[in-house]
Every structure is written in structure tokens, then in C-alpha cells.
């Protein structure tokens, strides 16, 4: 045993040795290796996109939504967008006894209207721009449901005339809109009095006014989209939606707001892998076949050198393992200089996708996190190792008296 | 008597046959060849290209096995030890040169002369002293720090014969050292060896077409007649046989 592990260390050191003189002449080598190191770099910063832009995305949604709180649609109705509800249906459901009243004895409900609205605004040159972006009317009992919402700036819009207060993604998006400025929406100007806050979550990306004048402005009568309950805490959610599904008067869709955002979060990150993913695989395995050539180019150009390791009595293992690490060292550096510049560059950085549901623009962060940036390197060495195992296979059984020849 | 000679013998080859595979063609290289060489010989072998002397070292230094036959170092057969055995047998017992040196050139003379020691169980301060001795040895210890790109074709060849002999192996085994190099520097080589064989009781095999190597070598074997007489005597024994 003792004597097992006394080998198995020397084979140890003696890879070691080998790998220290490779690290020594990898410099000379790094030219003839950069395609490779090239490629593998380009996967990982696509891998890495992915990754922080999907976790960036999910931290969004995910910060969305209330745990008490459920959000009722029209049945059938997959986003707010394509809800329709009457008031009388509201009622029903607000005079229910699960549901929450506040001091004043009133149900605590938040109507609201959603619209993919037009945004006109002027730049500082005068030139006007049009923006799709998410309108959201809103009732006084709305700020209930919106416990981190928080006015950046201004005061919120007065009831009863044309006042929206922006989302803060969207004031950092585009500068020119501030408090006191003006925009058009459907085609009347409305007035920026605030800009809000809501703990980065998906609301920051939208447009805030009266639910009154947007059903106005917008020709939808008196009906609304959606409304949200806040319930009572020993409530029986399936009780609940069995009584409400029942009820003739009613043809609605019943769901907590949390788990409506985590399943808005869960279709758009399986959009975005199902397109990164495969255009990253693909990559990948032209890196591989990058790393796979450089390495046997390398085994190739060194032959006599291995041939000569082997002659002073390395033995082959202790060889294979070097050019092992070789390949992973390639595989490091690629994978390092595709990390990193995301690192610099990108961290914080705002993306904005089209929301696969409402066709309105989400903004959000990219989340380059440690775990992230680890994952992808682990990627990139695996890229390395897959396709430096041929060549160190290669490179074990190379013979010696052929590579040795002078002539 | 018979087990005093055998205690003499340092490398062994029985009945060799070695033949390699060219396409369909079958080339022999040897065929039922027999050499035996005594502890502290050195031997020069000679003869023109292509008759398989640098298969012969390399069969004696375990870098390529037999098609049959027996290869005894030592009263050792390594023609049947495993490919990681031999590695390690190799780097305990057998120095190469070459005609090319095949020093790394990332590597300064001092590093260079290191790496057979990477295979032994020395620290690394052990490692630098015997590598300044073998150094000092082959007289190259001012030269230690330069890269291999930085000294003359002599003065690589015996950083090479450093390497070699830094393990202190029995048998040092050389192709054509000397085939590179000058009349004078090939002189200064061959003392050097000569100084290995007699001082330090090295057992030397060195394949050369140096005319000259016969005022070096204690025993010249010129492969062409060696193969031929040998074939006669195999000849005439069976002739007496039958
Ligand atoms: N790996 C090999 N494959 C095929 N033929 C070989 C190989 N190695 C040597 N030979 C052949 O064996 C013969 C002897 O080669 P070698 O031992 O190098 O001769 P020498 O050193 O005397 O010039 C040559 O004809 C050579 O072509
Ligand atoms: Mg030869």
C-alpha cells in the first residue's frame, strides 16, 4: 500500500516536472495556440451571457409579487393584456369574506388596467421618439400591493387628469424623460410628475396612471384587466378557487401573484436558453475540435522532445497528464479572457428583452455572479480536456525510435 | 568460473530477430543476432546506414522491444518487463545520447540536467548539486545558466552527455554523437567518454562512422562483419552438427 502510494506519487512529480516545463515554453506556444484559445474564449462569453442574463431576469421576476396576494384574470387569459373584467365581477370578489379590509372597512383590492402603450417623447434636439412600453393603470388600493415602491423622485400622479409616474429602468434608459417633462400616450400629452422605485423588480420597467383616464383615453369602457386581493392568512387557496370556479357569475383564472411571475420568469428563461444554448453547443464543439487540432499540431512539433522525455524514463502516464494539462491551460486562458471582459464591462449593465407575453419591453441587470463566472470557466477547461484527451492518448503511445530518427 | 563471466556480462542480446511491418512488405533488420558486451567496455559500432545499429541501442535501452528474443542488461531480461517497468528501469540504469542533442530549449544547461532527476526521490537542492556535478564533469559549470541556443554545438553535446550520466547510470548508450560536431570538438567528445569509461567505470555501446573512434573504443565490432562471421560460425557449427 505504502509502496502504491510512494508510485503513484512519483508519477506525480514526474507530471509535474513536465508540466512546469510546459508552462515554461506555453509562452512560445501561445501564437499557434490562440485559435483555440480564441474559440473557447468565444464560448464562454456566450455561455456566460446566457447564464447572467437569464439569472438577471429570474432575480427580477422573482422580487415581484406578494405572498398574501392573489391576481385574478379573465379565464384563458395567459398575460394581464389579454384579460378583460367588469366591475360587477370585482365586486363579487372584493365583498368576499376572505378577502382583507383595511381601517376604513374597505376591501383591500387593487384594480388595474394594462395597456401596450406608445410612448412619444422629444430628445434635447427636438427629435421625437417612439418607445412600446408597458402602461399600467392603477387604482388608490394598488400601493398596497406594491410594498417597495418607493418615489424616486416627484410626487405621485393626482387622479382625475393626465399624470403618469415612470419606472425607474425606464427613466435610466431614457434620460430625457424627468419630472416635469411631457410625453404623448394614445395620442394626448401627459405629464411626468414622479419617478418610482420598486426594489428592481419587472414594475420599474413600466408607465403608471389613473386606471380613470387610461379607460378613457384608451376606449375600454369600464371594464379592467386584473385585479389583485390581499386575503386573510389562514385562507383556503383550493377551497377558495373551487367556490369562485363554481360561482355562474364568474369565468375567471385564480393565481397567486408570486407564482404568476415565477412562471412568467420560468417561459422566458427557456426562450433565451432554448436559443443560447444551442448556438453555445455548437460553438463548443468547434472549440473542441480547435483545442483537439492545436494539440495535435503541438504533439506534432514536440514529437522528439516527448520522444526524449520518454528515452530519460518518463513514463507515458507522466507524459499524457502534461499534455492534459497543456490543453487545460489553453482552455484556462480562453476561458479567462472570455469571463473577464464581461466582468469589466458588462456587471450592472441593463438588458432589455420583449416580454414573450405582453410584447412590452422588461428591463433588467445582468447578474455576473461568482458561481456564474465559475461555472463557465469549469465549462471552458471541460472543452479543453475533452479535446486534449486524444492527443495526450497520442502523444502516450507516440514511438519513440520513429520520433528519435535524425533524418 | 562460468558464474564469474556471468557476473562480467553487462548487456546481452539472444537470438534477436526484429523485423518491422513496411505496408505488406516485411523488412528484417535482424535476423538471429547475438552480441554480448562485458561490464566497463566501451564499444564502438560501426557500419554503413541502414543495417540496424540504432535499432540495436535502442534494444538495449528498452526504447524498442524485439520481434523475438531475449534482451539481457544485468542479468535483467527487460524485453518482458511492462511499458511503465521499463520507463522507470530506463531512467535508473541507462544514459542516452544522441546525434541531436534533444536538450529543451526553454531550459538553461542547469535545467536541462535536472530533469532525469525529476525521476529520482532527490529534493530539489540534491537535484541542483548532482546536476553542477555532472556539469562540472563534462566541464561545462560556467555555463550552467545559458539556454541551449546560447552555446556551441560541442558544448550542447556535453550538456547532453551531463544529462546522460546524471543519475549515474550503468551503461551509457550514444547514436552517432560525435556526427554533428568538428574534428576537434568530436575529439574532445570522445575523450570525455573515454574518461567516463575508464574513470567511472561507465559500460559505453556508441554507434559511430568515425574512423577515429577505434583510438577511443576498447573494442570496435564492425556490424557488416560481425553479422557475416557470425552467420558462419552458425553455418559451420551446423555443418559439424550434422
Ligand atoms: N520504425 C520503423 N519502421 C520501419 N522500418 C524501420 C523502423 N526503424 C528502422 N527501420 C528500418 O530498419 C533498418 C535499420 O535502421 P537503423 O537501425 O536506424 O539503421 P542504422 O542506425 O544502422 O542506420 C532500416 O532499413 C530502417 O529503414
Ligand atoms: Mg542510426
Redesign the interface.
Known amino acids: 500500500m505504502v509502496q502504491l502510494i510512494n508510485r503513484s506519487l512519483?508519477k506525480v512529480?514526474?507530471a509535474m516536472?513536465?508540466a512546469t516545463?510546459n508552462l515554461?515554453?506555453f509562452p512560445?506556444r501561445a501564437i499557434a495556440s490562440s485559435v483555440s484559445i480564441l474559440s473557447i474564449a468565444c464560448v464562454a462569453a456566450v455561455i456566460l451571457s446566457v447564464l447572467a442574463m437569464t439569472q438577471g431576469m429570474v432575480k427580477t421576476l422573482e422580487k415581484t409579487g406578494l405572498d398574501d396576494t392573489l391576481i385574478v384574470m379573465r379565464a384563458g387569459a395567459i398575460s394581464e393584456l389579454q384579460s378583460v373584467m367588469f366591475p360587477a365581477e370585482v365586486n363579487i370578489l372584493a365583498n368576499h369574506a376572505q378577502v382583507l379590509k383595511n381601517n376604513d372597512n374597505q376591501a383591500m383590492v387593487s384594480a388595474e388596467m394594462f395597456v401596450n402603450a406608445q410612448m412619444l417623447y422629444l430628445d434635447k434636439a427636438g427629435e421625437t421618439h417612439i418607445e412600446k412600453l408597458a402602461l399600467r393603470g392603477i387604482s388608490k388600493g394598488t400601493y398596497r400591493f406594491r410594498p417597495h415602491f418607493k418615489m424616486a423622485a416627484g410626487v405621485k400622479f393626482k387622479t382625475g387628469i393626465r399624470q403618469v409616474i415612470i419606472g425607474q429602468a425606464i427613466a435610466r434608459k431614457i434620460p430625457e424623460l424627468t419630472v416635469g417633462s411631457t410625453i404623448t400616450l394614445g395620442g394626448a400629452q401627459w405629464f411626468v410628475s414622479g419617478i418610482f422605485s420598486d426594489n428592481n423588480s419587472v414594475f420599474e420597467s413600466e408607465l403608471w396612471a389613473d386606471i380613470g383616464m387610461i379607460q378613457s383615453d384608451y376606449q375600454r369602457g369600464n371594464t379592467i384587466q386584473s385585479v389583485r386581493l390581499a386575503l386573510k392568512k389562514n385562507t383556503d387557496i383550493t377551497a377558495l378557487n373551487k367556490e369562485w370556479q363554481d360561482d355562474p357569475r364568474l369565468n375567471l383564472r385564480i393565481m397567486y401573484e408570486k407564482q404568476f411571475f415565477a412562471s412568467q420568469a420560468e417561459d422566458l428563461t427557456r426562450l433565451i436558453r432554448w436559443v443560447g444554448f444551442p448556438v453555445a453547443f455548437i460553438m463548443a464543439l468547434g472549440a473542441m475540435v480547435a483545442a483537439l487540432n492545436t494539440m495535435y499540431a503541438t504533439i506534432a512539433s514536440r514529437s522528439?522532445?516527448i520522444?526524449?522525455?520518454?528515452?530519460?524514463?518518463?513514463?507515458?502516464?507522466a507524459i499524457c497528464f502534461s499534455i492534459l494539462f497543456e490543453a487545460l491551460l489553453i482552455a484556462l486562458v480562453g476561458g479567462l479572457l472570455g469571463i473577464l471582459p464581461l466582468y469589466f464591462i458588462f456587471d450592472g449593465w441593463t438588458a432589455s428583452t420583449q416580454d414573450a407575453n405582453n410584447l412590452s419591453q422588461m428591463l433588467f441587470n445582468f447578474e455576473l455572479t461568482v458561481g456564474l463566472m465559475m461555472q463557465t470557466l469549469l465549462f471552458s477547461i471541460s472543452i479543453g480536456l475533452l479535446g486534449g484527451i486524444l492527443p495526450a492518448i497520442k502523444a502516450m503511445s507516440l514511438p519513440?525510435?520513429v520520433a528519435?530518427?535524425?533524418n | 568460473m562460468q558464474n564469474n563471466n556471468q557476473k562480467k556480462v553487462a548487456i546481452e542480446l539472444i537470438n534477436i530477430n526484429k523485423s518491422y511491418q513496411k505496408g505488406s512488405n516485411k523488412v528484417v533488420v535482424h535476423d538471429n543476432f547475438n552480441l554480448s558486451i562485458a561490464k566497463g567496455e566501451f564499444v564502438a559500432l560501426m557500419g554503413p546506414s541502414g543495417l540496424g545499429k540504432?535499432?540495436l541501442l535502442?534494444l538495449i535501452?528498452g526504447?524498442?522491444l524485439p520481434t523475438s528474443g531475449s534482451v539481457i542488461i544485468d542479468n535483467q531480461r527487460i524485453d518482458t518487463l511492462s511499458?511503465?517497468k521499463l520507463?522507470?528501469?530506463?531512467?535508473?540504469n541507462?544514459g542516452?545520447v544522441?546525434?541531436?542533442h534533444?536538450l529543451?530549449?526553454?531550459?538553461t544547461a542547469q535545467g536541462n540536467v535536472e530533469?532525469?532527476l525529476?525521476?529520482t526521490?532527490l529534493n530539489s537542492k540534491q537535484r541542483k548539486q548532482h546536476a553542477s556535478l555532472a556539469l562540472r564533469l563534462v566541464g561545462m559549470e560556467e555555463r550552467a545558466k545559458h539556454l541551449p541556443k546560447e552555446l556551441s554545438g560541442g558544448q550542447e553535446q556535453r550538456v547532453a552527455i551531463a544529462?546522460a550520466i546524471v543519475s549515474d547510470p550503468k551503461i551509457i548508450l550514444c547514436d552517432?554523437p560525435t556526427?554533428n560536431l568538428d574534428r576537434k570538438t568530436a575529439d574532445e567528445i570522445l575523450t570525455l567518454l573515454t574518461t567516463l569509461n575508464k574513470y567511472f567505470g561507465k559500460t559505453i555501446v556508441m554507434v559511430t562512422h568515425d574512423l577515429r573512434a577505434s583510438e577511443y573504443a576498447s573494442r570496435v565490432i564492425n556490424l557488416e562483419k560481425y553479422i557475416h562471421d557470425s552467420k558462419q560460425n552458425q553455418l559451420s557449427a551446423v555443418e559439424v552438427n550434422s
Open positions: 512519483a512529480k514526474q516536472g513536465l516545463i515554461k515554453s512560445h522528439k522532445e520522444a526524449t522525455h520518454k528515452a530519460i524514463g518518463f513514463s507515458g502516464v519513440v525510435t528519435l530518427r535524425d | 540504432s535499432t535502442n535501452g526504447l524498442d511499458e511503465g520507463s522507470t528501469w530506463r531512467a535508473e541507462i542516452f544522441f546525434q541531436s534533444h529543451l530549449p526553454v531550459l530533469l532525469p525529476l525521476l526521490a544529462r552517432e556526427g
